[in-house]
């Protein structure tokens, strides 16, 4: 006799089996798919792309922290700018405001 609580589903994109609950909707379980082993030269390749993804990954995150510096000050100086300009205006704490 089937169970109709559950039902399993297969993903079309990276082919796990997902056990969903019928009533609910909730995941139950999920199990990916077996991936065969690959030969020594295969993984060395994908070693060497993984290298050259994170290589990529810094340089643009050591890129982006150079101008982090700059980039906060302008803030800082807008943000000055902003509250000599509304400094005659009291403070209203957001929180307050029920």
Known sequence: MADNSRFTIIC?????????????????????????L??????????????QVRE???TQELSSMKDRDRILQ?????????ADKDKDKPYRNPLDID
Do not use: N, Y
């Open 12 to 36: 079309p994109c990276c082919e796990a089996t997902l056990t969903i609950d019928a009533q609910t909707g909730a995941m139950i379980s999920h199990e990916e798919k077996a991936k065969p």
């Open 56 to 58: 990529q990954i810094f």
């Open 74 to 82: 302008e803030k800082f100086q807008e943000a000055m700018k902003r």
């Open 38 to 51: 690959a030969s020594f030269d295969e993984m060395v390749k994908g070693l060497d792309k993984q290298k």
